[in-house]
């Protein structure tokens, strides 16, 4: 199977707030998880990204967490901002089938001020 | 150095006409994948194409699309006869060689801006 879900569709964070995002996998051959931003009217923009063998990745206020075991992970924005406001898009790939981006459904995110 | 560079941005077709899509990778970069997405929707792989070579088409349609990317010029994504259902954004992506990149690099799409399609 090469689906992930993702959730939830939406989400509404207060300024300063934390907003998470989860993501679930079910094959196990994806070796590279990322994580897009997409402002209406534009492409996606790689955010950061993970791959299996840690468990956990900061770039500033941005967070991932990888639970192998469990085949999920997570995306953590600390300190939430109303410029945050966008889709977010968890995806997985496999680094020996050509790379190909595997979707999440996508995430609304609204940080009200 | 300029980003993946999608035209048109939007496109108006009528039922039964031709769509021509273009992309132009990043510089130096070989590896273009193209994605649709319907409204609401998160982005589903179509075409996977290195130069002049289709890797992967699993996720295009069998009828009416066709993609390919030449020596020279930009990928192009060509959807003939259009309907109502292929209104949807289209995006392109690329990404760097093995050798240019490293091995890790070449996980990295970097997206265009897409391209609107609405069929009337």
């Known amino acids: 199977q090469q689906q992930v879900k993702q959730s939830p569709q939406s989400l509404i964070v207060q300024k300063g707030g934390i907003s998470i995002i989860n993501c679930a996998y079910e094959?196990?051959?994806?070796?590279?998880f990322p994580w897009y931003q997409q402002f209406p009217g534009k492409g996606p923009a790689l955010l950061i990204a993970?791959?299996?063998?840690?468990s956990e990745k900061k770039e500033g206020r941005f967070t991932i967490s990888f639970n192998k075991s469990a085949k999920q992970f997570s995306l953590h924005i600390m300190d939430s901002q109303p410029g945050d406001s966008a889709t977010y898009f968890c995806?997985?790939?496999?680094?020996?089938?050509?790379?190909?981006?595997?979707f999440g459904g996508g995430t609304r995110l609204m940080v009200k001020p | 150095n300029a980003g993946v560079m999608q035209n048109p941005r939007h496109l108006v077709r009528r039922r039964g006409q031709e769509a021509r899509l273009r992309c132009s990778p990043v510089?130096?970069?070989?590896?273009v994948y193209w994605y649709r997405q319907l409204p609401e929707e998160g982005l589903k792989f179509m075409v996977y194409?290195?130069?002049?070579?289709?890797?992967?088409e699993s996720g295009m349609p069998k009828e009416r699309f066709s993609a390919e990317f030449p020596k020279e010029g930009p990928s192009i994504l060509r959807i003939q006869q259009v309907v109502r259902g292929d209104s949807a954004a289209y995006f392109c992506?690329?990404?760097?060689?093995?050798?240019?990149?490293?091995?890790?690099?070449?996980?990295?799409?970097?997206f265009g801006a897409g391209t609107r399609l609405s069929v009337l």
């Open positions: 194409l290195q130069k002049e070579n289709i890797i992967d």
């Open positions: 094959n196990t051959a994806f070796d590279y």
């Open positions: 995806a997985a790939s496999m680094n020996n089938a050509g790379n190909m981006l595997t």
């Open positions: 993970i791959r299996p063998d840690v």
């Open positions: 510089k130096g970069h070989s590896h």
């Open positions: 992506a690329s990404s760097p060689d093995y050798a240019g990149g490293g091995h890790r690099a070449k996980n990295i799409q970097y």
